[in-house]
Every structure is written in structure tokens, then in C-alpha cells.
């Protein structure tokens, strides 16, 4: 009884979820994630309110912001460690509550050293860090939780669907989280997502503690014991010992590093390059455009895999579309001097970019089943760097050349190696 409470898996049982459970589950997953990514954003919404309220400069509000991913890396190994012994939902629930609360007590404590400007940039950074901290274990522990309740073959699309929220979470925290900043005040914007996201994670637990039989007859068959011992460590050494599991780690670095380029600086781009055309429209329609793209692309990826691609190929055409086809529209925004052309660029950008959703970060699944969330909190990790590193040296690129061509280069470059590194060494097949 303490193993079934807990979510202790027999290694032998693979129990897959019917396809209303599947449906049911992408929705749940697709919205949680899309508050989760509300709640990340919140703070960048907000940033200049809170700049004239408590006196901040850039260099201040950049360590408020920035403060978020130092929290990041550190649950992504552990959360996935954790979501393969007692199962993904579970740690789902547990993240849910916590960073809702973080988000929905952030006014509060703010205000309680609203005289002190110092010590509440002290202080929000901490709860930025903490809800980095929180919000690290959601990813792998989804993709733990795919792993043993989707077949291998039928993974992309639901990923594809359940990863699209991330960037939908940003079009909804940047259109509605910007009307409530203006009609309400900042307070509200992190009321509301705070309280949405305690909502949907108490759906959430309730749909997954629903008593399903046929789950517990196929875990717990009459007279044999359930064992749990395999799942007590992780072959570490074995999977860092796979080239494939290394070249997923490298591809997922350099995808980051032009996902968080493209996340950062695009505002930018367009407020030094169009001065007179309203943010609103830049910063959402790109993003909007890339929800459908990242849906088609599970799609894709699972029809072809039906068609008789091997698996491995499938997540190779799905990254090589991602890393090259961001790396071309990357490359012509220099020479968009047409507002809409140059919209419509970057909506390729992210929208292509997309289709590694369908590729590197579902292929941990692949090539380790049994330990999916634990080889994806290792990837993770190491693609949280160019959240602060990458972000930065583009700056620093800025700063030196004056010149988007040389940024967009950059990313171009880095995009094309990473995409070569796993064509040649990723793989579809399990090896862990």
C-alpha cells in the first residue's frame, strides 16, 4: 500500500493511458503549463510598474529577472530523479502549489518593504529564485510522466501540444497580464496568475487520484510482489556514458541558446528598428503564430513515424527543421525593412524553432524510458546556461559590433552545430 500511494512502478508493468485518459491528460498538462509560463513572465509584465515603485534602474531589474533560471537549474536533475521513483503527477501537484503561492504572495511581501527599496529588490529576488527552484521539477516530471503512460510511437503530438503552452503562456500573460497592469495595477497581474494556477493544480491532483482499475490490476497482480528496486538509483554512470545522451545534451543547449535569444531580444530589436509601431503587436504575434507550429509538428513527426521512419529519423527531420529553418529567418531579419515582413520573420523563427518540441526534448523518452525525467533533468540543466550566459554574450555582441547581423549570425552558427551534432549522433533507439 505505501508503493501504490506513492507511485511506485513495477519496471516489468508498462501501463499506457486509454485515449480519453491521453486526451484528458494533454488538456490538464497543456493548461497547467500555460499558467506556469504566465507566472515566469510576470515579473518582465510588470517590471516597469515595479520599477517606478520601488526606485529600481535596468541593472536592478535585471537581477530580479535574472535571479529566476539560478533557481531553475538546480530542481531540473532532481525533479526528474524524484518524478521516475514516485511518478511525475505527483511532483505536478507538489510544484503546482508552490510556485502559485510564491506568485500569488509576491504583492504582499513586496509591500511589506515598500519604504526599503533595497531590501524588497533583496527580497524579490529571493522569491524569484524560489519560484526558479519550483518551477525546475515541472518539465522533467512531465516528461517522466509521458514516458511510462504514452507509447513511444504516439509521444509527438501530445508533446507537441503540451509544449506549445509554454509559448502560449507567454501570449496570455503578455495580452492579458498587460490590461490587468493597466486597469488594476501590478498587484492583480500576480493575484490572478497566482490564484489560476492554485486553481488548475487542484484540478489537476483531483483528476489523478480518479480509481482506475484496470491500472491497479495490471500493477498489482494477484500474488506477486511489486518491485521498486530498480527504480532506487539511476544508472548514472551508463547514461553518461552514451554519446547519444550527450549529443541530446549538446542539442539541447544550442536550441536554448537561440530559443532565449529570440525571448530576450526581440522587443529590443524591434523597438530600436521599427521606433513607432506598437509593442503589443510584436510581442505577442510571433508567439501566437508558434502555438499551431509546434502542434503541426507533433503531428508530422508522429505520421511519419507511422509512415515507417524509424523513430530516430523522425526526431533528426523534426530537429533539423527546428535548428536550421530558426537559424534562415534568423539570418534575413537584418535585411526586413518593412515592418510586417519583419513580424512575420520572426513569427517563422519561433514558429520553425518550435519543431524541437517534436525532436531533442521528447527524444529522452527514446533512448531512456525507465528514467526519462531523470536523462531530461540532466539536459535540462545544462540548457539553462544560455538563459543567463547566452542572453548575455549577446549583449555583449551588441555592445561591441552595434550589429544585429553579427547577434543573429551568432545564433545562426551555434544553431547549425548543435543541429549537426545530433544528426549524426543522436538516436531514436534505447540505450539506458
Known sequence: MWQDHFGMRNNNDVVHWSHNERKMWVIFLFLVTTILYAARVAMPVCASALAKEFGWNKADL???????FWGYLTTQLLGGYIADKIGGDKLLCFSGIVWGLLTAFTPYVAHLFLSHPKHALLVLTLLRVLLGVSQGVHYPSMMSL???????????????????????GTVVCGGLGSF??????????????GG???????????????????????????????DS??????????????????CLIFA??????????????????????????KGWFYNTVPWIMSVPASIFSGWVCDKVIHAGWSIGHARKLMQGIAMYGSACFGLLFPFCSNFYAAVLCAGMAVSVHTFHNSGVLV???????????????????FACIPGFVGVYLTGFILHVSGSWFVVF???????????????????????V
Open 62 to 68: 535585471g537581477v530580479v529577472m535574472g535571479s529566476f
Open 146 to 168: 509521458m514516458s511510462h503512460k504514452i507509447p513511444k510511437n504516439e509521444r509527438s503530438l501530445p508533446n507537441g501540444i503540451i509544449t506549445s503552452a509554454a509559448n502560449f
Open 180 to 193: 490587468v497592469l493597466e486597469a488594476q495595477g501590478w498587484q492583480d497581474v500576480f493575484y490572478l496568475i
Open 196 to 226: 489560476i494556477g492554485l486553481i488548475f493544480t487542484y484540478l489537476l491532483k483531483i483528476f489523478s487520484q480518479r480509481p482506475r482499475v484496470s491500472e491497479r490490476r495490471e500493477h498489482f497482480p494477484l500474488g506477486k510482489k511489486n
Open 229 to 246: 528496486s530498480k527504480l532506487d538509483s539511476v544508472p548514472w554512470k551508463k547514461i553518461l556514458s552514451k554519446s547519444p545522451v550527450w
Open 252 to 277: 539541447h543547449i544550442c536550441a536554448n541558446n537561440c530559443f532565449y535569444i529570440l525571448l530576450s531580444w526581440l522587443p529590443t530589436y524591434f523597438h530600436e528598428k521599427f521606433p513607432n509601431e
Open 363 to 381: 527524444n529522452a523518452q527514446d533512448i531512456a524510458p525507465s528514467c526519462a525525467g531523470s536523462v531530461f533533468g540532466i539536459s535540462n540543466t
Open 409 to 431: 549570425l551568432y545564433m545562426a552558427l551555434v544553431n547549425v552545430v548543435g543541429g549537426f551534432a545530433f544528426i549524426i549522433g543522436g538516436s531514436g533507439e534505447r540505450v
